[in-house]
């Protein structure tokens, strides 16, 4: 609602209103204060995450192949081309996963 130019308007209102106004700019500071403190933190974080080698990925890529066709049922059974039980999935995971994947003739 719109008071501008309203008779009504005191002059204790109108201090009122600027007090008001002060607070809520006061609020809007802590804020973005608290914000700003919270995507630091967050950065800090996605940097200790992102420098963290997980072991599975240490493996030399021959090992990783070797894990992969144990994946695969037992012969003569032949794997599905889609499925959580195929070898597609194991494409899917990250893009190491998929080169070493489609790069493993035994899987396909």
Request: proline letters at 7%; glycine letters at 4%.
């Amino acid at each position: 609602m719109n008071h501008h130019g309203s008779q009504g308007h005191t002059q204790s209102q109108r201090t009122a209103d600027r007090t008001r106004i002060a607070v809520i700019k006061a609020k809007i500071l802590e804020l973005e204060r608290l914000l700003s403190s919270l995507n630091e933190e967050k950065d800090i974080l996605q940097d200790r995450l992102d420098a963290y080698t997980y072991p599975v990925l240490t493996l030399p890529n021959e090992i990783v192949s070797e894990i992969f066709i144990h994946f695969l049922p037992v012969y003569p059974k032949t794997p599905p081309m889609i499925g959580r039980s195929s070898p597609n999935v194991l494409g899917q995971i990250c893009r190491r996963w998929r080169e070493i994947a489609f790069g493993t003739p035994a899987l396909w």
